[in-house]
């Protein structure tokens, strides 16, 4: 028995969720505060710099509450499935996944 607050299991799915929910905020955290500054300054420059730094706070921020949730309440099983095929039932492409994260 390891000797480790966290497992390393729920380290790397924490990593994982962190990135995927960092990536997903990249993908819709600009229009928000760049569209507010612009509609409210009229300045371009302004809004575009307000947009990226809004960007990268959301990011960080939403990816951070994702890593402690799956820290805080353990590995979520949509994590573990996501690497089953589910066709045959045998590890997918992705197989590594369900065994990193300590499935069985």
């Given at each position: ?6 497992p ?14 960092a ?17 409210f300054?009229?300045?371009g ?10 960007l ?13 949730n799956?820290?805080?309440?353990g ?13 045959s ?16």
């Amino acid at each position: 028995m390891s000797n480790d607050i966290i497992p390393a299991s729920v380290k790397l799915a924490a990593k994982r969720g962190f990135v995927r929910t960092a990536a997903q905020s990249l993908a819709t955290g600009f229009a928000v505060p760049g569209a507010l500054t612009l509609v409210f300054t009229g300045d371009g420059l302004l809004a575009l710099g307000i947009g990226f730094a809004g960007l990268a706070f959301s990011a960080i921020v939403n990816g951070a509450q994702s890593s402690l949730n799956i820290i805080s309440r353990g590995i979520p099983d949509e994590y573990v499935n996501a690497a089953i095929d589910r066709a045959s039932g045998r590890p997918g492409a992705s197989g590594l996944l369900r065994r990193d994260l300590g499935a069985r």
